[in-house]
């Protein structure tokens, strides 16, 4: 069953297309990266997917049922990981189970057990439990990405969409911090949809890669058919 | 060579500067061909008049709690109003009326605040307090919501998709990220509620200018002296000292 299906995705900004016809789906538990040149329609593309930003024309189904942003099925973390610098990382973590939570709970920081517990649990996989009392703007930026990997795991969603996560990252921890989530994603059977820039990257944790060129999907082939030749042209366009 | 649009620009600023000074009848040099009355006041106020010291100290301590008390209910205020006023946090039209609301607070000065406040509560602190209050949460609010709008969009983004609220947003996001900003601007906006303070009782509202304004309306200018001295050591202390706070704050 397709996790996520879009189907013929415009958006038109002053007059502008952002995004051409663009229809693809994502069987349940595959991992699939956007690449593309700068520019290319990425991270607007994500944006549309996960219901911030409303297309013009065409539709997203979710699990076969049209998108609806009350069925918490999807988990985002954004280009800058839209952490919070001056709160801890426990309390990072913890945001992104607001919705689970009774208001009151909510505002008042009184988590329950089990939550609270969940939440010690991810950040023991993520290997940042030892941080949970550090405050945000003081990690460097592979601990970043596992703070945003965990608020968004804590949300138990069914589909992640991933922009840019490895963006600040060099090689070695960028492998480091996709292996972790790589694990633990199949463990929960999470259908995955992210942009990447590194074709290494793109080729070692994604089932398939598209390519996306002026807002149209050019091509989509499978991960292993990435060479960096590709990726190097991709980016001269 | 012809003159750019910018060398325009400060001819035409210039020219309108000579020409309101003409409408006024404003002359610079009257200070100096006036020099016998400044001579005399400024010898009057060194003759300073200690018999008035305790009148200083407790009408000084009043000028500080009312700037206290003020800029302390008047910033608490301006933390709500320009949660709602924020255009990335309230619906277009509540955030509408209370950018309305704090522009028609702030562009009204704590003076004037005082003159009609003196009417309605009566002379004295009360009218002075509410007069700062409502200033500060004026000046407060416009700030506190250009800096709620300049946050990180991503963390806005992040949360929406969470599905929080407005309300957890503003407690999860909105707040803490401007908490180091705010301890600077609470600083900031004592040492200033002080200057402020220290002149509305000049209209009946309480603090150290109800004194000078007396003294100085019955030609007691070296009684005045005290008072205005005590005055300008204070707010010069403040300046200081929430300059060094907001740096230490800053490095923190």
Known sequence: ????????????????????????????????????????????????????????????????????????????????????????????????????????????????????????????????????DTKVKKLSGGE??????????????SIILADEMTASLDFKAAVTVMDIFTEIKEKMGITLLMT??????????????????????????????????????LYET | MKPSRFQYTWIAIVLIIIGSSIHLGFNPLSIIKDTGNSVVIVEELL????????????????TLEMALIGSSIGFVLSIPAALLAARNISPSYVSAAFRGLLGILWSIPPL???????????????????????????????????????????SYDAMHVIGATRMQIARFVTIPEALPHMGN??????????????????????????????????????????FILAILAVTLAMDYASTKLRKKLVHN
């Open chain 1, 1 to 132: 069953m397709d996790a996520i299906s879009l189907s013929s995705i415009r958006l038109t900004i002053n007059e502008k297309k952002i995004l051409d016809n663009l229809t693809v789906s994502i069987p349940q538990g595959n991992a699939v990266t956007i690449m593309g040149p700068n520019g290319a329609g990425k991270t607007t593309l994500l944006r549309v997917a996960s219901g911030l930003v409303r297309p013009t024309s065409g539709e997203i189904h979710l699990f076969g049922k049209k998108f609806d942003k009350n069925q918490r099925l999807l988990g985002y973390i954004p280009q800058n990981l839209g952490l919070v610098g001056e709160l801890d990382v426990f309390t990072n973590v913890m945001m992104g189970a607001l919705r689970r939570m009774p208001r009151w709970r909510a505002i008042t920081g009184t988590y329950t057990k089990d939550t609270i517990s969940e939440a010690y649990s991810l950040m023991y996989d993520l290997k940042i439990s030892h941080l949970k």
């Open chain 1, 144 to 157: 970043k990405q596992r703070v945003a990997i965990a608020r968004t795991l804590i949300q138990k969603p």
């Open chain 2, 112 to 154: 004037l605040w005082a003159i009609l406040l003196v009417v309605i509560v009566g002379l004295g602190p009360t009218a002075g307090i509410l007069a700062i209050s409502l200033y500060i949460m004026g000046l407060s609010g416009k700030y506190l919501y250009e800096i709620y709008e300049s946050q990180n969009v991503s």
């Open chain 2, 185 to 226: 601007q609470y600083l900031f906006l004592l040492s200033y509620s002080v200057r402020e303070s220290s002149i509305l009782g000049l209209v009946g509202a309480g603090g150290i200018g109800f004194y000078i304004i007396h003294h100085l309306e019955s030609l007691n200018y070296g009684k005045a002296a005290p």
């Open chain 1, 196 to 233: 990447h820039h590194n074709p290494e990257i793109a080729k070692m944790y994604s089932d398939n890669v598209l390519i996306l060129i002026n807002g149209k999907i050019e091509k989509n082939i499978p991960s292993k058919e990435i060479t960096k030749e590709t990726a190097e042209h």
């Open chain 2, 47 to 62: 003759e300073f008049d200690f018999s008035v010291g305790e009148k200083v100290l407790w009408s000084l301590i009043e």
